[in-house]
């Protein structure tokens, strides 16, 4: 009979209470998490947090008080933990998990390892630290209402970057700077405007008018001729923002008519920007002046952050907060720099004021504070009970990697609403490794288009290697047959390089680089291949087997069952039943927008090539309106669309729109009933 020790059997209570284990992160889902380990009985923890606490921090991670502000994360939540649980052995690290400190030998020495972090390179390194000590590791993550828990062990399972993830949206400089069309790109120029004036001056943060834009096809002698015949304050002959404000004392009402009027008429003078997008209308301070509202009084009779003012009440508010940053900048000294944090008012008040002037120049709907604190902020409002809801599955997961279980564990998908069968957790099996990870394959490897001529090493160690291969301490060495050292994580070895171009050292099309990074115990080979076609402001692509184009292996020949939830890389039979009901469940994850945007065809597109089924099985099924509505029956985001019949036109404009003209061909039938 097996003996218990509450709801644990006895060898699992023991392993609970003598096993070592390493939260990183104690944030919201942290501090959640804390609090479940050491309830479960949990003894032996170490949590490493980089972070301090903030006020805003307050309303969801309990673990913190008022009086805890500014003081580090991991030791807060420590002392706080240890108050109801005084017989816990924890250790607080107020450090960064990817400081070269905490080695493979330092993740070595737990059992598991739990991610409660909220940003992409830090899971990267954890991720790889785990695979090089061979420790198991629970990942985990929440978005609003939306959850997710996995398990990660080393040749058994995916790694946290086996699948593609999506890259944060970017603008381009010209549109930032001369032709915006969503408020996101007013809120983006604010906050470079906030850093040009007052902050770190970025070079590829410049706010005004863009002279290069390709598409204003004008005389640039002519026009500049126009734009500097005026004599007013704020002239944009001058190069440097910040030079020319602290000449004027950063005086509000000059920075007003430089922005809002001079650099506006500016660019009215590029008519060919203007020709198939509505003008802008240039803002003068005295007009404003007219209008004046109280930044204290808004729009409506909702809360204070969630109004929205006139254009003069902005025009106050930027007054106002220049005034306030003014002092600010002049108390800290000579040379001194603010840095923009959404959670500083005068800083929040500054970008809301300039994003809404120019929304409204730009003649878009003007936003709240709340609205442009969130976007400026890229946040994701947090649910305290969400936080909870996964940290209590990262504990249930762990139990069964401690049960020498691994097999039952599952990928946990938190929804928003319940799926068909009424449930907000949807669990399904963990996927087996991509064979061309570019992190856990046996020997990883990636092919990079660049321009040799164009690339320097230093933007090979930066952008490639760092930021998009997440390497921390790259060294590279080109496989040349002679071992030249391109780059070498000690200090002054290399740095006399970093200015060079890559073509300067012998790289050319079909070079290869070994980049090795010891800390986190990683090798990754590198092709060049060579390219002068590269797209405007692209410095260089991945291509051939990155995660994202990776074949998986095949699919089984007999119906296996279903998996139920969000997981790309399921493996569904070939049967005409089988692909109806991994349809089903893969269309409940494909949201509204994706069909907005043109995305949606991709899903048949995985199917096809991904699954590496033939057209012939696809295409092989008859593709009537009672099996097309079929598909769609049971998922609940397309029922928010539209209706059944509706859904069923989606998806054969969708087949319509993937088929090749070798397969109109070659399924002439198919293709008839889809016309």
């Not at 002239?235 to 506006?264: C, E, H, M, Q």
């Not at 400026?376 to 020498?404: D, F, M, Q, R, Y």
């Not at 005409?576 to 907005?596: A, H, M, P």
Request: net charge negative; hydrophobic share 40%.
């Amino acid at each position: 009979m097996v003996q218990l020790v509450g709801p644990l059997s006895k060898e699992l209570a023991d392993s609970v209470s003598s096993c070592k284990i390493l939260v990183v992160g104690a944030g919201g889902i942290g501090c959640e998490l804390l609090k479940n380990l050491v309830l479960t009985g949990f003894k032996n923890i170490e949590v490493i947090d980089l972070d301090t606490i903030d006020v805003s921090n307050l309303n969801r991670q309990f673990l913190f008080q008022k009086k805890h502000v500014g003081k580090s994360k991991a030791q807060v939540a420590k002392e706080s933990v240890l108050r109801f649980c005084p017989s816990a052995n924890i250790t607080a690290y107020h450090d960064s998990i990817m400081n070269p400190d905490y080695n493979v030998e330092f993740f070595r020495s737990f059992q598991l390892v739990m991610n409660a972090l909220d940003n992409r390179a830090a899971r990267n390194h954890v991720n790889r630290m785990c695979l090089a000590a061979d420790i198991p590791l629970i990942e985990s993550g929440t978005a609003g209402y939306l959850g997710q828990v996995t398990v990660i062990k080393k040749g058994v399972t995916e790694c946290y970057e086996c699948q593609p993830k999506p890259t944060q949206k970017t603008f381009p400089g010209c549109t930032i700077r001369n032709t915006p069309s969503e408020p996101i790109h007013c809120i983006v120029w604010a906050k470079y405007l906030f850093n040009q004036l007052f902050g770190e001056e970025d070079a590829d943060q410049e706010v005004s008018p863009d002279t290069a834009d390709p598409e204003a096809a004008w005389n640039p002698e002519d026009t500049a001729a126009r734009a500097t015949a005026s004599d007013q304050d704020g002239d944009i002959k001058r190069v440097s923002t910040k030079d020319w404000a602290r000449s004027t004392g950063y005086d509000p009402v000059k920075l007003f008519n430089k922005l809002f009027k001079d650099d506006i008429m500016y660019l009215l003078t590029m008519d060919k920007l203007w020709k198939k997008r509505k003008a802008p209308v240039p803002l003068d301070w005295a007009e404003m002046l007219q209008l004046g509202e109280d930044p204290d009084e808004g729009c409506g009779t909702g809360l204070k952050d969630q109004q929205v003012l006139n254009v003069g009440g902005y025009s106050r508010l930027f007054q106002h907060s220049v005034e306030t940053l003014r002092s600010q900048l002049a108390d800290k000294g000579d040379g001194a720099e603010l840095v923009w944090d959404k959670d500083d008012p005068p800083a929040m008040d500054f970008v809301t004021a300039a994003a809404n002037l120019r929304m409204h120049i730009f003649s878009m709907n003007m936003k709240s504070r709340f609205d442009v604190k969130s976007m400026a902020g890229n946040i994701i409002p947090a649910i305290a009970t969400t936080n909870a809801v996964i940290a209590g599955l990262i504990v249930l997961e762990a139990l069964k990697v401690l049960n020498s279980d691994i097999q039952q564990c599952r990928t946990i998908f938190l929804n928003k609403q319940p799926n068909p069968r009424k449930k907000l957790l949807v669990p399904c099996a963990l996927d087996r490794p991509n064979p061309n990870c570019y992190v856990c394959a046996s020997k990883p490897e990636v092919t990079v288009k660049l321009n040799v001529h164009k690339t320097i090493v230093q933007a090979l160690q930066d952008k490639i290697l760092k930021e998009k291969f997440g390497m921390v301490a790259p060294d590279v060495q080109i496989e040349d047959g002679k071992g030249t050292i391109l780059i070498s994580s000690e200090e002054g070895e290399t740095e006399a390089n970093n200015g060079k171009m890559l073509s300067d050292f012998g790289i050319r099309n079909g070079s290869r680089l070994q980049a090795d990074d010891f800390l986190q115990d990683y090798t990754l080979l590198v092709n060049v291949l060579h390219s002068e076609e590269l797209p405007k402001d692209v410095e260089f692509e991945v291509v051939g087997d990155a995660p994202d184009k990776a074949p998986p292996s095949k699919a089984p020949e007999e119906e296996k069952s279903i998996t139920n939830g969000n997981k790309d890389s399921a493996q569904p039979s070939t049967s005409s039943k089988g692909i109806v009901s991994y349809f089903s469940y893969k269309l409940t994850y494909t949201t509204k927008n994706q069909i907005r945007n043109a995305a949606f065809p991709r899903v048949l597109q995985f199917v096809a090539v991904n699954l590496t089924w033939s057209w012939k099985t696809l295409c092989g099924i008859q593709l009537t309106t009672v099996v097309l509505t079929k598909l769609f029956r049971d998922t609940h985001y397309f029922t928010n669309v539209c209706n059944a019949d509706c859904m069923a036109r989606c998806l054969k404009e969708d087949l319509k729109f993937i088929l090749s003209k070798k397969d109109k061909e070659e399924f002439p039938n198919t293709y008839a009933l889809l016309v």
